[in-house]
């Protein structure tokens, strides 16, 4: 029996740039029915398919993006963790420099729908919405870049 998939737009396909990624602070609610913020980011590959990850270096925790806010490598090949520079190729999430060498960054599950990319798998905190709202099977949620 499958339970009900929840997807949220994080953002239009278009708005991200190949070879560009994008950070994104998110309400998770957790098992217990508890909100805790949920740091992820959306990279657009230059062979034009989307991935996501939480937002978390596994060597320490801090944001790949911290210190100069950039997610890439120098030569723009990997990700990188801005504390201890540490890479992670990008279609994988896999170190392969650094202190955290065969460790992963963990995915979030990503589907691009109707030129939106949508974040799937997690159940996020939904804004109010009104009842004249027409919704269909995509909650639209406010999310607010990191």
């Known amino acids: 029996m499958q ?3 929840n997807l949220y737009v994080i953002c239009a396909l278009d708005s991200l ?16 029915g508890e909100t805790r913020p949920f740091s992820i980011f959306v990279v ?24 100069d806010g950039r997610f890439f490598s120098e030569d723009g090949q990997r990700l990188r963790c801005g504390r201890h ?18 460790k992963m ?3 979030v599950a990503l589907v691009v ?11 996020l905190a939904e804004e109010e919405i009104s009842d004249d709202d027409d919704l269909d099977e995509t909650m639209e949620i406010m999310i607010h870049p990191g």
């Open 113 to 123: 729908m109707d030129g939106d990319v949508c974040l799937c798998g997690v159940k």
């Open 44 to 67: 657009r590959t230059e062979n034009d398919q989307c991935v996501g990850y939480v937002n978390i270096c596994p060597h320490q925790g801090s944001w790949l993006n911290i210190g």
């Open 17 to 32: 740039e190949r070879g560009q990624a994008a950070p994104f602070t998110l309400s998770r609610v957790t098992d217990e």
């Open 85 to 102: 520079k540490a890479e992670f190729d990008v279609e994988t999430g896999v170190c392969v420099t650094g202190p955290c060498v065969d």
């Open 3 to 5: 339970g009900d998939v």
């Open 105 to 107: 960054i963990e995915p």
